[in-house]
């Protein structure tokens, strides 16, 4: 559902992976449906030709579908992967695709954060229901497994808190204009690398990292916490030359990530920090993101260097060989 960048990516990784995902995990692959608002809603159940799918060449014989549930029922779908745009307000329609996906009888597995922030309790409850799995590593840090190390890697901890650089985008535009180039010149750079959502300002303006904050305090912390309770900064009001003066004096702005455990709830913030050159946040160059757990036994940071867009397709992959293993 959706197909963009994303899906694309995905689209890409499943076929270059997919000796490797039949030899070593006896897991095979078909593509029964790919829907956009442009596109309509295809499926064919004996399969789409993923290459030519690439290309923008879809089948005209192919029975379009009038809804979610129709086009999931008549593309047979085992695994629905969620990759429309993000609407932070209402999460809307991505939670509706889960929800039909889930209904149908089909694991889902989304990039799209809406439903995370939005619907987490009720879509996980109704995948315990239903018996099928609901997946989401993607929506944070691409491909890293963040939600995987929690808890099974991790039993028994207590997360406290977490901080991080979480929003490729603003690191983009950041590091674009340490270089000498313009805000407009570092949010092109992003679109161009795929990274960026569909409205830009819903990166520069904070609103994606205050989704993923909000994401992890509520799925990882335990904490209902929405979108609103996260207090909220852009990179917009920081001048270019302000950026590139501090960066000559020897520190870097960043668009940093925090939330910490406070009684029973969580103080969640997402705001350019200044930061010295020593800070391991201070590092990251254009795409890299990083995250540190703040846990009772010891503090855990896991650094993403340069991904592509690949790298949230590969996040798609690997929730693909969850699902598809007993
Ligand atoms: N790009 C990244 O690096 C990245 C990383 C992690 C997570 N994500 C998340 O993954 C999702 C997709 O990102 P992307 O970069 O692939 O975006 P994109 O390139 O803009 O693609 C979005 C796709 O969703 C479709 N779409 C949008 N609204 C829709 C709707 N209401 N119903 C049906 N289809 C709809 C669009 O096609 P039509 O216009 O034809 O509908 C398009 O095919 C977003 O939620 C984003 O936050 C992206």
Redesign the pocket.
């Known amino acids: ?7 694309r990516a995905l689209l890409r990784q499943l076929i270059s992976k997919e000796t490797e995902m039949r030899r070593k995990y006896d897991v095979r692959w078909r593509l029964t449906g790919i ?5 309509g809603w295809i499926a064919e159940p004996d399969g789409l030709n993923p290459i030519a799918a690439l290309n923008n060449h879809f089948p005209s014989h192919a029975q379009p579908a009038r809804n979610v549930r129709e086009w999931l029922e008549r593309a047979k779908a085992d695994v629905l992967f969620e ?4 609407n932070v307000e209402t999460g809307q ?1 991505a939670i509706d695709h889960v929800a039909a996906a889930l209904e149908t009888g089909a694991h889902a597995i989304i ?3 809406g439903p995370l922030v939005h619907a987490y309790r009720e879509l996980t409850a109704l995948a315990r229901e239903k018996g099928r799995k609901f997946l989401f590593e ?2 944070v840090m ?1 491909g890293v497994p963040i939600f995987s190390l929690f808890p099974l890697g991790l039993p028994a901890t207590d997360l406290r808190g977490f901080s991080g650089v979480l929003n490729s985008t603003s690191n983009v535009v950041l590091t674009e204009i340490e270089k000498g180039r313009s805000f407009d010149e570092g949010v092109n750079r992003a679109q161009t690398l ?2 960026a ?2 409205d830009p300002a819903q990166d520069v303006d904070g609103w994606d990292a205050a989704v993923k904050v909000a994401t992890l305090a509520t799925v990882l912390m335990g904490v209902p916490t929405r979108v609103e309770q996260v207090q909220r900064t852009g990179i917009r009001e920081l001048s270019e030359e302000k950026i590139r003066s501090v960066r000559a004096a020897g520190m870097r702005y960043k668009l940093v990530c925090r939330a910490e455990r406070r009684g029973d709830g969580v103080d969640c913030r997402v705001s350019p920090e200044l930061l010295l050159l020593s800070d391991p946040m201070a590092g990251l160059e254009g795409t890299s993101s990083a995250i540190r757990f703040d846990l009772d036994v010891f503090g855990l940071s896991l650094v993403e260097h340069n991904p592509s ?1 690949d790298a ?1 397709g590969y996040g798609l992959l690997a929730d693909f060989l969850r699902v598809a293993q007993p």
């Open positions: 559902m959706g197909f963009g960048h994303v899906s829907a956009s608002r442009r596109i990759a429309t745009s993000l329609p990039a799209n954060k993607s929506t691409d795929g990274i959502e569909i867009v949230t």
